[in-house]
């Protein structure tokens, strides 16, 4: 059964960097995009960006440009996210999210999700 | 950007009604639409995509319709697993893809 695990809850100081591990079992990791979408409290969804765990090609939203970094191990099926210069607005549960690629830019939606991973960002 | 509206924020439904809840896209997404529930302390899950199509295990209850700029999710008889946030996210557009902001629908 396909699974993703994610890595256990985070607290950094602001400034700090913080990396979230997702990994994947059940399927062919580099057959399926990886998308990291985040929910801080009491929020809606926010779409971070993703990456191709084949090609390690990323993409990523413009308020995220700069400040994260999402990576793959194809050996271990891992992907990773890594936000850097925390600020207390990143205080948020963040999810990845596995998505089929159809090509030509457009993708299925997220049939299945991590169980989340909390970062706390505070002094 | 596609800027997704769901209405309203909040639903009160009694048990064994009707709830509809609507999805507005700022620009056409075709059917590239799917709605998800949410539940307190848990990921999303999947429960309609292409506007209409239910995911696996989904019960009959749910059903999705609309195309273009206006959708609708419709859960026939509310159960009470079924009080929850549900978000729409449009997938036809790859930069970004976006939810709506949610509908709690909560217990009348």
């Known amino acids: 059964q396909v699974q993703l695990v994610q890595s256990g809850a985070e607290v950094k100081k602001p400034g700090a960097s913080v990396k979230v591990s997702c990994k994947a079992s059940?399927?062919?990791?580099?057959?399926?995009?990886m998308h990291w979408v985040r929910q801080a409290p009491g929020q809606g969804l926010e779409w971070m960006g993703w990456?191709?765990?084949?090609?390690?090609?990323?993409n990523y939203a413009q308020k995220f440009q700069g400040r994260v970094t999402m990576t793959r191990d194809t050996s271990i099926s891992t992907a990773y996210m890594e936000l850097s210069r925390l600020r207390s607005d990143d205080t948020a549960v963040y999810y990845c999210?596995?998505?089929?690629?159809?090509?030509?830019?457009?993708?299925?939606?997220?049939?299945?999700w991590g169980q989340g991973t909390l970062v706390t960002v505070s002094s | 950007e596609i800027v997704m509206t769901q209405s309203p924020a909040t639903l009160s439904v009694s048990p064994g009604e009707r709830a509809t809840l609507s999805c507005r896209a700022s620009?056409?997404?075709?059917?590239?639409l799917a709605w998800y529930q949410q539940k307190p302390g848990q990921a999303p899950r999947l429960l309609i995509y292409?506007?209409?199509t239910r995911a696996t295990g989904i019960p009959a209850r749910f059903s999705g319709s609309g195309s273009g700029t206006e959708f609708t999710l419709t859960i026939s008889s509310l159960q009470s697993e079924d009080f929850a946030v549900y978000y729409c996210?449009?997938?036809?557009?790859?930069?970004?893809?976006?939810f709506g902001g949610g509908t709690k629908v909560e217990i009348k």
């Open positions: 996210q449009q997938y036809n557009n790859w930069l970004p893809l976006t």
């Open positions: 999210a596995r998505a089929d690629y159809y090509g030509s830019g457009s993708f299925a939606p997220y049939d299945y």
């Open positions: 990456i191709n765990p084949n090609s390690g090609g990323t």
């Open positions: 059940g399927y062919t990791f580099t057959g399926y995009y």
């Open positions: 292409g506007a209409s």
């Open positions: 620009q056409s997404v075709s059917s590239n």
